[in-house]
């Protein structure tokens, strides 16, 4: 039989022990770790790569930073994302979970029925991925080719409007209540009728969320300005705040830019 590991992650320490309690009834399921916070959450992620994840998404605890931006946060480091599946009693939120692609969501409290049907989900999804693997292996061998990556390209959808913007051209999204506003290197901007939240899901490296309101394309970043709060954009006179909410992800592109070909003075 297969066996599960798990990290709890929830502002609530009652929340956590009833969820556990819950799980180690159990065999297949295996107890990792468990955080109380966005930080501490991430780094036993990276620490025990688990195999589910249970997760809250509306924490009482604010400043503990529990949110769905965690799951894009994973995405961005790992290239295999554990099962995810959302504990929270704010039934209003499904939508948005399952937007995130998350396994499966549970109202609090956690019953065993719930953990029951979660591990005939599991035991059912891996079958279907150990069948799709067995399949690969005996497909006949390709003829050896060079694999060209081609540009990312967004379609803006618009009452039968097409508009095909390539990715490489975007300087920033900016949000715009239910729209967001995409700006381009040759200065001209483009509305799209999604959220800023839904652009943050779908696209990855260079794109980095450095605000509520904003996503910026690191690679047009001229200058960084931690004093200001600021990023500059390149050819252009627009400086796009970053706020402390999403100040690690202006360390990571700080970092990544002092790891390649790089010359401080």
């Excluded at 556990?20 to 916070?37: P, Q, R, V, W, Y």
């Excluded at 059912?124 to 390709?142: F, G, H």
Aim: glycine share 4%; net charge negative; proline share 3%.
């Amino acid at each position: 039989m297969k066996k599960y590991s798990y990290i709890i992650i929830d502002d609530d320490g009652e929340s956590i022990l009833k969820t556990k309690t819950i799980a180690d009834g159990f065999s297949e399921l295996t107890f990792m770790a468990s955080a109380m916070n966005y930080e501490e959450g991430l780094n036993l992620i990276f620490e025990h790569k688990p195999a589910i994840i249970f997760l809250e998404i509306a924490p009482q605890d604010l400043s503990s930073n529990l949110s769905l931006s965690f799951i894009s946060e994973l995405y961005r480091y790992l290239s295999v994302v554990p099962k995810i599946i959302i504990t929270t009693s704010k039934k209003e939120l499904a939508f948005d979970a399952i937007q995130y692609g998350v396994f499966d969501f549970v109202l609090k409290p956690i019953q065993q029925i719930d953990l029951l049907k979660i591990m005939l989900k599991l035991d059912k999804t891996t079958l279907t991925e150990l069948k799709n693997e067995i399949a690969s292996l005996v497909l006949p061998p390709l003829e050896t080719a060079q694999i060209v990556e081609k540009p990312l390209i967004l379609c803006i959808k618009s009452y039968g409007d097409y508009r095909y913007i390539n990715a490489d051209d975007i300087c920033y999204f900016q949000a715009d209540n239910n729209s967001t506003d995409i700006y381009l290197s040759s200065g001209e901007m483009i509305t799209a009728f999604k959220t800023l939240k839904h652009f943050e899901f779908v696209l990855m490296n260079p794109f980095v969320r450095i605000h509520n309101s904003y996503i910026i394309n690191k690679n047009y970043i001229s200058r960084i300005h931690n004093g200001h709060s600021v990023c500059y954009i390149k050819n252009s006179t627009k400086k796009i705040p970053f706020s402390k909410t999403y100040k690690s992800n202006v360390d990571s592109i700080i970092s990544d830019f002092s790891a390649g070909n790089y010359l401080e003075l």
